[in-house]
């Protein structure tokens, strides 16, 4: 491991600004923002899961008072064009889907028209009084029957609902095997999910007639990528669309793509020279905004008897649901991808399915490849099992050490700078596992169920370029920032990310408060206009550090030579050398010790931009500078969970009784965020493995489409999370950022499968499908007692 | 259904007339017609609390009443939380430990506890997560929030002893 690099304002623990609004009721999300004559939408949705449309009967909703009009599919193909994806990737096939769907129906909630109101409940009201004649289609619900030759083709523009199948081998897997002491094969089965934002999806479309131009209000994580799908889909040019971001009640990855509601509601403005609103209730969102997680995985590992890891097979299916948002590999490539994450393999090989079924279609929810530690960690648990070896034990066996890095994984994925050694023993030591042992034992001679699980994450952070080229996904991991330096000295900088609440404005200002020389409290960072921030990817991922805050960083030290090139003009001096800007004021470097030189960032850009004449020859007027940055293909930080749990053997009551992550994410450029990112990221791992899921009945109705029915943890539930801190800097990343916000789920997904297994290991139970709901463990516990376990 | 009702409602401190429909919820009215935007919602069916408020004193949430419900009541919003500019403590405690996020969950935390800590001001952790078991969260885990009411509420019997 290495030290952490030392700075003055990067790394900080300052409070968040954005707090103050927040707390006092003045942030200003989506619903805030009122534009006076705006009306509502409100979407007729299917009832079926499958189903022609026939005909649609909008006349008594469009005779009750107040309505604007009723619009369908056929409407908006005339206003939009459809969103075709057709990456060139193999095995990939490519999609295509209309704004509004024109002919039929693909999922319970698919929104089939559109009625515009005064207001929204007038709008709900005409929506139920529109009547569809539909066709009722068999429907395609689980991800293996959807694959059968018969099965309902989901679209059927494809030969089969195998939207995407790709393989992949590295090495040589069958001789690992033939020269192995055993192979191991386990399963993972992890559940649907959905995000829950807490403020759910919405926008308010503006169209000015006389300029020909929209400003679209959403709540987006990516501005200038939705501004270009906007133009795109309604054949503006980017110069005619404003995509104006207002503070965001929570994204985790729902609020990116452009949704067909979204679209409408512009084309619907447009059309009608009106502003145009939506509020997405949160039945719409539970049931229609995007899912994701649902993948079964298989793994064969080929083991020593020292469980030595010889090669690794996986085998994935994942269920896509009915649309693709996104190309259709695009989640589980990357769990496929960094499968092997801390651990020394080089034989390796996978097959990854993506099936489309009549579902809620899915999308990256926080970690799109959340299900990938416990496939790795549940595999090195089983090994550990079969072989009745201890599994602290057989991942020292395998841990890649700092002796072999920079690691190649069998995919060709980099690794560099990480620690998941180090990590493991840091948690393992601060859980103290033998002392666990004892209580373990001791417990289970009173009949008490406890588990210790361990789980070991290598997250891929940043995604640059170079990823996106090598995954033929058209598109850039580069981030863009400008720095500007006002009359007055104060700093205004911006950047293409837009946070959905992590808390950007503060680390963002330290990142600018460093490169350039000032107090973080000088710097105003502004994101979310695309007419004000510069063309960026936005923000998804654990980037916003990396490529967000590595590139306003650059930025700002851009800015400040170009200060310091002055200011040394100012002094008479030839050039910078010996120069800095300290606290904004210009230092020079006499004898060994920083001296101050009277000059003030304000008297430097007093002078760029109202005496340029005094300027030295060749700068030019005014203190504005841009810059990108792309990032390297891909950065990591790692970490390592570790939990005990109790489980109360009557009702199926999984206690967390401790929870400690031992994480390493490089340089940080604020300690309080990123320890709210790390708890916040391990509770929704949580409270996804144990009560949250998405339930479609055989027929394909969505069983859980309100808070009472889709749980999300509640404080009761949840534990305090102990954080042990590492910072091993990014050789290759400025500042030695990596990022982070998503290992969170990884982790506590795998630890917490690892944990309880181990509680039930006495059993002879091993659990492989969550949600780890009482109701599920007690159904493991009662079959343990048929088969002659200890009955409970 | 349109027809309207003339109604006078008081909400920190002043009284309102508004004339809404009998079925406007409470909280629309809030939002829509007195422009008190800080109260949110986030589920519309009791279950989130994101839009709880205070009505006489008492946490209740504004998604599930009619505002025509509230004549004679005192309402009380988040906005009449630090109204002239000082956070209170929870507030405080809120910004220094760090609990809250993306704020959406905020106002109805604040809330929660401005009533509960006013009854109960020594409460501990377990009770501190079951009251707040009302009010979900989906980005802090609630780690952060359970601390900065425990601080507050040490900070307020501090206060109130001097
Ligand atoms: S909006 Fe009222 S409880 Fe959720
Ligand atoms: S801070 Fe985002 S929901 Fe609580």
Known sequence: MTDALEFSHIGKALPRREDFRFLTGQGRYLDDIKLPGALHVAFVRSPHAHARIKAIHAGEACALSGVVGVFTGRDLAQWTTPLRLAPPIEGLHPVEMTTLPVDKVRFHGDPVAVVV???RYIAEDAAEL??????ALPCAIDAVDALAPDAPLVDETLPSNLVSHQSFSAGDVAGARSGAARVVESRFDLHRHTHVPMETRGCLADWDGGQSHLTMHIG????????GQLAARLGLSETQVTVISPDIGGGFGQKIALYREELTVAALARHLGRPVRWREDRMENLMAASHARETRCLTRAAVTADGRVLGLELELTEDFGAYCFYPANYMARVIAMILTGPYRISNYAFDVKVVLTNKCGNGPMRAPMAITSWVMEGTIDSIARELGLDPLEVRRVNAIRASDLPFTMPTGEILEDVTPLETLEAAAGAIDVPTFRTRQAEAKAEGRLLGLGLCTVVESTTYG????????????????AWVRIEPSGVVNASVGLMGSGQGYETPLAQAVAEGLGVSPDQVRVHMGNTDVAPYGMGSRGGRGATAGGGTLYLCAQKAQEKILTIAAHMLNLNDMQGLRLHEGEVERQLTGDWQSTGIGLADVARRAYLD????????????????????PPMTYSNATHACEVEIDPETGMIRIQRYLVAEDCGTVLNPVVVRGQQQGAVAMGLSGALFEQVVYDENGQNQSATLADYMVATACELPNIEIIPMHTPNGRTPAGIKGMAEGGIMGAIGVIAGAVNDALAPLGISVEKMPLSPQSIRAHLRSAEKSGGPKF | MSGTKQIFLTVNGETHEVSVPPRKLLVD??????????????CEHGVCGACTILVDGQPARACLSYAVQMEGHELRTIEAMAADGELKPLQRALHEEHGLQCGFCTAGIVMTFEAYLRDNPEPTEDEVRDVLSGNLCRCTGYQNIVSAVLKAASEMREEAQV
């Open chain 1, 117 to 119: 109101a005064r207001d």
């Open chain 1, 465 to 480: 370029s170079g990823f996106y080229k090598a995954a033929g996904i058209p598109g850039s991991g580069h981030e863009a």
């Open chain 1, 612 to 631: 340029p004449l005094s300027l030295p020859s060749g700068v030019k007027p005014g203190l504005d500078v841009s810059l990108t940055y792309d990032p």
């Open chain 1, 220 to 227: 987006t994580q990516v501005p200038h990528p939705m501004r």
């Open chain 2, 29 to 42: 009215v809030l939002r829509d017609d007195l422009h008190l935007t800080g109260t949110h919602t986030g």
């Open chain 1, 130 to 135: 529109v009547e569809v004649e539909w066709d």
